[in-house]
């Protein structure tokens, strides 16, 4: 998948989105934290469509420098849409609006204590991105087509674990569960296929 960044794209995301049976228990799970996170679809350089990817800033006390998407916890009383787009504008200055979210996928639960809910956004214009240099080392654009082929994505294990390891490959580097995971279904539901993921592994310096 390769599309423009255009209105048809808009309304393909969208409607795949809607077909997602999302697997929601209505639950959170003991001792488990709610956060959000943003797959965010802008327009590249290109006027291709891509959604936002960052490395996190080196001066983070946790998962310093990992790949991440847009995103954080909850605060008392938000929902997981307004929690993606606060966090959305807070690390990267790109302000969305409640009506520029497609969908949300699955909640993925972390090894360091955190639900996790990916919400789907579609950016129109998204400007010059002023990224905040407190959480935010790096912004990247992938493009939807760069998550579309059959080995974008592998599974590893590891010998703590009798699951699944995901990865992605980007950029000469792998990037692993929680976000390879939630990038994961997303490449899956843009292609109209249903695939749970909350049973795929994280590494072990992930689980901290």
Known sequence: MSHAHDAATRALIAARCADFPRHDHGLTPSGLKRAAVAIAVVAADDGRAAFLLTRRSPRLRSHAYQWALPGGRCDDGETAPETALRELHEELGLALRAGDV????????????????????????????????????????????????????????????????????????????PTAALIYQFREVLAGRVTRVAELEQPVFAWK
Do not use: Q
Not at 151 to 164: G, W
């Open 102 to 177: 497609l969908g949300i996928l699955d909640d993925y639960p972390t090894r360091s204590g955190y639900l996790v809910t990916p919400v789907v956004a579609w950016a129109a214009s998204a400007g010059p991105l002023a990224p905040n240099p407190d959480e935010v080392a790096s912004v990247h654009h992938v493009g939807l087509g760069e998550i579309a082929p059959p080995d974008a994505f592998d599974f590893t294990s590891i010998p703590e674990s009798d699951r699944r390891v995901v990865r992605f490959r980007y950029d000469g580097d792998f990037i692993h569960a």
